[in-house]
């Protein structure tokens, strides 16, 4: 899957860590930002696609023969961040959503997703990456941090309702499965209450598969200008 040239390009800028060889593939598992970014930058140099991936588990093993491809991990990014008082959430992509929203539960913090049913280890990158743009919970994402092809990172939305303009691009990317970028974090409206009169939508109805988003129209436009070189997947 990718060409033993494009791999020591790769593997030297990681130090020798953080990656596993399966077969022909190269998976990368980045301890942090900086790291992510360089192995985007050599990427798009050397023309080297990347496939983003949390934890793998939604991930299913396709064949792709005609391309010199990197999968690339966000499990090591798993600070979480709690304003309690505002009932904001900002959690890194690789943190495995099940488990942080179980413990916030706990403290009275809740977010309208029912994981009751989910039986594999899902990243919180992964599940904006899927989540259908039309769901309820789909609007309770207020704010995105994430690095283009180029390695560049960008901060979209905040902790507030009223930043429009922020809010179209989250809402926008939401169920991109990271063809646009790779997710680093997000910011999340919660709710102080699980009671019925919320929707609380079950997390394996409103997860969609990938779908073809087309070159034209808005998706194409925002692929020429976030990844002019089609690094992303």
């Not at 039986?119 to 899927?130: H, L, M, P, Q, V």
């Amino acid at each position: 899957m990718i060409s033993k040239k494009n791999k020591h390009k790769l593997i030297a800028v990681l130090e020798h860590k953080n990656y596993q060889e399966v077969n022909d593939a190269l998976f990368v598992f980045p301890d942090d930002i900086v790291m992510l970014s360089n192995i985007l930058k050599i990427s798009n140099r050397y023309g080297i696609t990347v496939i983003p991936i949390g934890f793998g588990s939604s991930f299913k093993e396709r064949s792709f023969s005609d391309r010199d491809i990197v999968f690339l991990s966000s499990q090591n990014l798993k600070n979480v961040e709690i304003d309690k008082n505002n009932s904001f959430a900002v959690l890194q992509a690789g943190c495995d959503w099940k488990k942080v929203f179980e413990g916030l539960a706990k403290e009275g913090m809740f977010f309208p997703l029912d994981t009751s049913e989910l039986k594999t280890k899902r990243s919180a990158g992964g599940i904006f990456s899927s989540l259908k743009p039309d769901s309820a919970a789909s609007n309770y994402f207020t704010g995105i941090e994430f690095l283009t092809s180029d390695g560049t990172l960008v901060k979209y939305g905040s902790m507030t309702l009223k930043n429009v303009a922020g809010y179209d691009l989250v809402k926008f990317m939401t169920g991109t499965f990271g063809c646009f970028g790779f997710v680093t974090s997000l910011t999340l409206r919660m709710l102080r209450t699980n009671k019925s009169f919320f929707r609380f939508e079950d997390v394996n109805d409103v997860c969609g598969k990938r779908t073809d988003l087309g070159e034209k129209g808005i998706y194409g436009s925002l692929k020429s200008i976030l990844d002019p070189n089609s690094v992303f997947y």
